[in-house]
Antibody
Framework: EVQLVESGGGLVQPGGSLRLSCAAPGFTVSSNYMSWVRQAPGKGLEWVSVVYGGGSTNYADSVKGRFTISRDNSKDTLNLQMNSLRTEDTAVYYC????????????WGQGTLVTVSS | DIQMTQSPSSLSASVGDTVTITCRASQSISRYLNWYQQKPGKAPKLLIYAASSLQSGVPSRFSGSGSGTDFTLTISSLQPEDFATYYCQQSDSTPYTFGQGTKLESK
């Protein structure tokens, strides 16, 4: 059973930084296409970033240049480094898995809340 | 970017009803269309992938159809646990985009 467990959320001031992590016990992060998807309070779902099986990455325009997705293959963890945070980045961030580039998000973590506020 | 438009935004129905939600893509996405169900305070759950394939463990009252730009999710014989918000999502290309959601409420 695939399990994804996010951590690292919290309250941060505008302009600050935060690093999210996603542990994936039981499966190999590097063999999957791992994304972050976020959901602002009371709003819909927004894809944020992906790291492909081969290691290349892609980002939503709204976070490009501020967020960096990475993975630690030795620990089977996915990370999201978030810099220059804005109030509009406030959301629950979900770690999600897809089997390949066009596959659906078939496994989701429970989410971690990031609040950007002064 | 591919825009996904769902309709309706909200829907009232009763247990036993059959409901249909539609999703339209701004350009052809072949059959790379997925449907998710989300309940309050929970992560979304995959229901249908590749337009019409039922995810393992999902009841057969859920079905999907369509290709190209127009897709539908049908829930037959609504059960109490089906009242939730539903999202479509295209996985044809990045940025992967979602519809704005359809909130299915009990009448």
């Amino acid at each position: 059973e695939v399990q994804l467990v996010e951590s690292g959320g919290g309250l941060v001031q505008p302009g600050g930084s935060l690093r999210l992590s996603c542990a994936a016990p039981g499966f190999t992060v590097s063999s999957n296409y791992m994304s972050w998807v976020r959901q602002a309070p009371g709003k819909g779902l927004e894809w944020v970033s992906v790291v492909y099986g081969g290691g290349s990455t892609n980002y939503a325009d709204s976070v490009k240049g501020r967020f960096t997705i990475s993975r630690d293959n030795s620990k089977d963890t996915l990370n999201l480094q978030m810099n220059s945070l804005r109030t509009e980045d406030t959301a629950v961030y979900y770690c999600v898995r897809a089997r390949n580039k066009v596959a659906p998000f078939d496994y989701w973590g429970q989410g971690t809340l990031v609040t950007v506020s002064s | 970017d591919i825009q996904m438009t769902q309709s309706p935004s909200s829907l009232s129905a009763s247990v036993g009803d059959t409901v249909t939600i539609t999703c339209r893509a701004s350009q052809s996405i072949s059959r790379y269309l997925n449907w998710y169900q989300q309940k309050p305070g929970k992560a979304p759950k995959l229901l249908i992938y590749a337009a019409s394939s039922l995810q393992s463990g999902v009841p057969s009252r859920f079905s999907g159809s369509g290709s190209g730009t127009d897709f539908t999710l049908t829930i037959s014989s609504l059960q109490p646990e089906d009242f939730a918000t539903y999202y479509c999502q295209q996985s044809d290309s990045t940025p992967y985009t979602f519809g704005q959601g359809t909130k299915l409420e009990s009448k």
